[in-house]
């Protein structure tokens, strides 16, 4: 057993809050004791300890969770992001062969090892940066192989020890294809949930928005993944008010994403199904609107964070950055932004063996350079000291 | 003479644009020649190649601008930060002993040599991150030598070759010093303006606004410190719609900055006076409101950035965050956010050897981990490969 001393600030995302000059036992990879220095842990535990490792005074966190990300995709669509910003609409840039056709195009014609490779790059930066699980979408082959191989590709990635755990969402139902009709590859979608499921993904998600999918078709795709044993999650009120959230409520989904849209009514709705508000500030900044979060926070909505990563608008693996944003473009206090990339995104992924730090969960965990949590508001983009695994020191 | 080959894209600040396929002579501290690598260089210039290196390529911009910063300070305010993200007034947090005051009573007790390790440090991570010149303000002393030793480390530091480029502010206006009186302050920063222009500063800066100075003390400030020879820079129209932005107009400030409440009224004075609006979205985001950046614009004001790093709300030292926020929160094409940080900056401060990619200017250079400048959208951090200041590299 190895015991973490001298922890300055410990996030523990329990009832005993933050807890000061604390220590932290764990045990093979879950932490077996966590609290303050002084007692410190009984004694049937301070006998099994063989080793100690100082923080220095840092601050500790439970590894963050990054709820809603897009990282399989190949190519580069940087020139397309200096146009949109300069005032080219999606539409055009989308008619002359750019948006997410042009992913989708890239992604079909990279060779399944050299797009594992990409993922693989991706998911390490995650890492470093202090997230130790990611939700990770499929979405940009929008054809069965592709998707099945996205899923596994995903599947494969979240067993490296090296890289953050994955929790793997099979999201066919990102767009219409080129060319394609969208009833029509609903249908066919819906044909492919139980492979996806067998293939390892753990949920459906569908792209629930004007433009893209109806309720109606949604209803369809998210229903056929839970008879395959999928979990649902859904985009839903991002680009308009078109009922994706009601539509998370009604099928009890894990996380309804982005909410731009909703409203009242939504959040009462949301609350009362249990289902996790997962929010992207880089998106919503993007976009020019905030999501309503005190109106979710005050209906009792559980919030959860994303990068929403992708390779359209958000490149960002930095959850500490997220973090900050949260504070700044959402009126997120510090704690609440905490708590929302912590036991928020464990509740959003549906994961009980993390999240917090106490006895029996996973020794995921960050000891950051700073010695406040306020430093995340400050930082922009606070960098760890450390980042370990199951009580495995990954990056450092 | 030293040619950078293989330039991807070479974002130049001048008519040029960005040229694709570029290569960049260098001799000396400066830049000899730039442009297209077919047809390359004029004869006089190819015969004095000595050395030849690759940009693999990648895209090069000049050396980032940061145009206004508040790095000289000790102490930590990080459980302030959090607690005013979870809605404490800064009044409060300023009446327990928080607030600006808690930093002048930290920076007066740090000894000037710690002090000026403290700076360093900070100084070293914004060349780190690709910005080459720095604004950097005193004001946390308050008090006449506290504030001369402030202007003393600057100018200093700005002289070592490992750091960026320092253009120091004397800031002694900053806030009135726990215990005093706002009129009697101003005729004693008045004083001031003398020696603080002899121990190096370049500018003079007020904070103008609400529960700062009123714009009457703040015309004698700056006028003071004209007389002494420091031009005249200002906090403007931050908290409230407070005259900030007229008095820069009248008295031809170089820069007028924050402008959170500032006017159409405002951007055509700031036009006509050639006044630069030095933006920090960091800081709007924070405060929740964000400057009239379209109508600035529009009225032909030249912008610049900044990080506004300081104790109190950002640590930031990323411009490249900076242009990705100011994308993202300000609306600005990547094209006006990259012109902010490099042409616009120099005109902040009034500085005609840098800013730009041509011939005769100072041969400062980041050479970006990305191929496309709207990477910097993308990527809210993008890193640099390779920062050079007059010709070295000096961070890769």
């Known amino acids: 057993m190895r015991l973490l001393n001298h922890i300055g600030r410990l996030y ?10 604390a220590v932290l036992a764990i045990e093979g990879d879950r932490i077996a004791w966590a609290g303050p220095a002084e007692p410190g842990p009984p004694q049937e535990v301070r006998t099994r300890i ?19 990300t897009h990282p399989v995709y190949a190519g580069d669509r940087m020139a397309e992001i200096a146009q949109r910003s300069a005032g080219e609409s999606y539409e055009n840039i989308a008619g002359a062969g750019g948006g997410i056709g042009a992913t989708v195009a890239a992604t079909r014609q990279e060779p399944a090892r050299e797009l594992r490779e990409l ?13 130790t699980t990611i939700e990770a979408k499929t979405g940009y082959h929008l054809e069965r192989e592709g998707e099945l191989d996205a899923v596994g590709i995903l599947t494969e990635l979240g067993l490296d020890p090296s890289l953050p755990r994955v929790e ?4 066919g139902a990102h767009a219409v294809p080129p060319g394609g009709v ?8 819906v044909e492919w949930c139980g492979p996806a499921a067998a293939a390892g993904a753990r949920f459906c998600d569908v792209f629930c928005d004007e433009g893209y999918f109806s309720v109606p078709q949604s209803r369809k795709v998210l229903a056929a993944g839970k008879r395959a044993g999928l979990i649902p999650r859904i985009h839903a009120d991002e680009l308009a008010h078109s009922g994706g959230s009601l539509l998370a409520a009604e099928l009890g989904a894990q996380s309804a994403d982005h909410l731009l849209y909703a409203d009242e009514d939504d959040a009462r709705a949301l609350a009362e199904a249990g289902v996790v508000a997962t929010l992207a500030p880089g998106t919503a900044l993007a976009m020019g609107r905030m999501p309503p979060v005190h109106t979710f926070l005050d209906a009792g909505v559980t919030l959860a964070l994303g990068t929403d990563h992708n390779p359209g608008t958000c490149g960002a ?3 500490s950055l997220v973090v900050a944003l949260a504070v700044a473009a959402f009126g997120l206090s510090v704690d609440e932004a905490l708590a929302a990339v912590t036991v928020g995104g464990a509740r959003s992924l549906g994961l009980k063996d993390r999240g917090t730090v106490e006895a029996g969960k996973l020794a995921d965990l960050v000891v950051w350079d700073a010695e406040h949590e306020g430093a995340f508001a400050w930082s922009y983009g606070l960098a760890p000291l450390e980042v370990m695994l199951g009580g495995r020191v990954t990056a450092r």
């Not at 523990?12 to 000059?21: A, K, S, Y």
């Not at 063989?50 to 809603?68: K, N, R, W, Y």
């Open 12 to 21: 523990t995302g329990t009832r005993l809050g933050v807890v000061e000059n």
């Open 50 to 68: 063989e080793e100690e490792d100082s923080c220095g005074g840092a601050l500790v966190t439970p590894g963050f969770i990054d709820a809603h």
């Open 119 to 131: 993922v693989a790059g991706r998911l390490s930066a995650w890492l470093r940066d202090g997230t």
């Open 168 to 171: 793997s969402t099979f999201l």
């Open 182 to 189: 969208a009833d029509t590859f609903i249908d066919e979608v």
């Open 317 to 319: 693996t930095s959850m």
